[in-house]
């Protein structure tokens, strides 16, 4: 019998969906959603609790009491692994700063935070059965029948989601280059068919689209001869120069490259006195030297954007951009997809 916590199984990241070939048995292709981790428990017992744990093992039931309510549609002795999501009805789309509020929200403020952002759950894996049967040890192949299964059986209906999964490769190609302009979906998780469920285990693999675009150059960290990575910006509609992400640390050569174009910032530059921080959502500030706002860096993105038009994974810088200024590239809130030309 399972009881929380259970390190969930993990994903290791490549660029490009890996040879089919390459993993005997076959593999499923699995759309990667932009939420967050979650295990669902149902109790064993009548009067039991449900259970909801994030990744790192906290249990966010009293934040969700949508689901809570809606688990009700579930069979007893239940663990589904998946994504919770959340609908913001009044922007029509899905919404990762709805998630983080939701995830956020005390006990006493939730259920008016669930009535104007409702929570979707996408399963993709059971990890126990009715009755509390351990599946573990199952082949993904197995387990996904019985989550199939557990789906029409019961007809489950939203919340629940069966995450859409494909055996043919062509599909997932499909997928990865059309289905991630949907709001929410960022990729595709690959499975082998016949991998048992490893907790705490990168045996599954995952890929994000990635787009080309453009933006300014506003910091760098390092020094100006050898930049170590780029802070970059983006214009809106009253021209304030607003932060959009920072890259993976440069290479060598790139460094060079972009240390030979960079000037140091005159009086006045928009983000002097601005922290900025390594990574999302941590709280280590880089130390970093605002430059000149007129370089155009070439990047690479995934499709994970908060609201407004930050990107939340870095980005990959792939060159200048010197035959275009600073007025040419995408406004803020553009997205990935759009580029300079």
């Not at 994504?83 to 006493?108: K, P, T």
């Not at 990890?127 to 989550?147: D, N, V």
């Not at 810088?317 to 030309?341: E, M, Q, S």
């Amino acid at each position: 019998m399972l009881y929380p916590p259970v390190e969930p199984m993990l994903a290791q990241a490549v660029e490009t969906i890996p040879a089919a070939g390459l993993l005997a048995g076959g593999v499923a292709y699995e759309q990667k959603f932009d939420g967050h981790r979650m295990l669902v428990f149902t109790p064993t017992e009548p009067g039991g609790r449900v259970l909801l744990q994030t990744r790192r093992g906290s249990l966010v039931q009293d934040r969700f009491p949508d689901l809570v309510a809606a688990a009700e549609q579930l069979p007893p002795g239940l663990v589904l692994d998946g994504e919770v999501l959340v609908w913001d009805a009044e922007a029509g789309r899905l919404s990762f700063e709805g998630l983080q509020r939701r995830a956020a929200a005390r006990a006493r403020t939730a259920p008016a935070l669930a009535a104007r952002l409702p929570a979707y759950y996408v399963a993709f894996d059971v990890l126990q059965a009715e009755g509390g049967t351990e599946l573990l040890s199952l082949p993904y192949r197995e387990r996904r029948r019985r989550l199939e299964v557990l789906f029409a059986a019961r007809g489950l209906a939203a919340p629940w989601t069966l995450c859409p999964m494909t055996t043919d490769v062509a599909t997932a190609r499909e997928w990865l280059e059309e289905w991630t302009d949907v709001s929410g979906v960022e990729g595709l998780v690959i499975k082998p068919l016949t991998s048992k469920y490893l907790p705490n285990y990168r045996g599954w693999t995952k890929v994000r689209r990635r787009d080309t675009t453009e933006a300014i150059v506003g910091a760098i960290a390092g020094t100006l001869t050898r930049p170590q990575l780029l802070i970059l910006g983006r214009h809106d509609a009253a021209g304030r120069l607003r932060p959009v992400g920072r890259t993976v640390p440069l290479r060598v050569d790139q460094a060079r490259q972009v240390g030979e174009h960079l000037a140091p910032a005159g009086p006045g530059h928009p983000w002097e006195g601005a922290r900025f921080t390594a990574t999302w959502g941590s709280r280590d500030v880089l130390d970093i030297t605002v430059v000149r706002p007129e370089l155009v860096a070439e990047v690479s993105a995934d499709r994970a954007i908060d609201h407004g038009g930050v990107f939340r994974h870095p980005l990959r810088f792939k060159r200048l951009r010197l035959d275009v200024t600073a007025a040419d590239v995408p406004r803020f809130g553009a997205g990935p997809a759009a580029a300079a030309g």
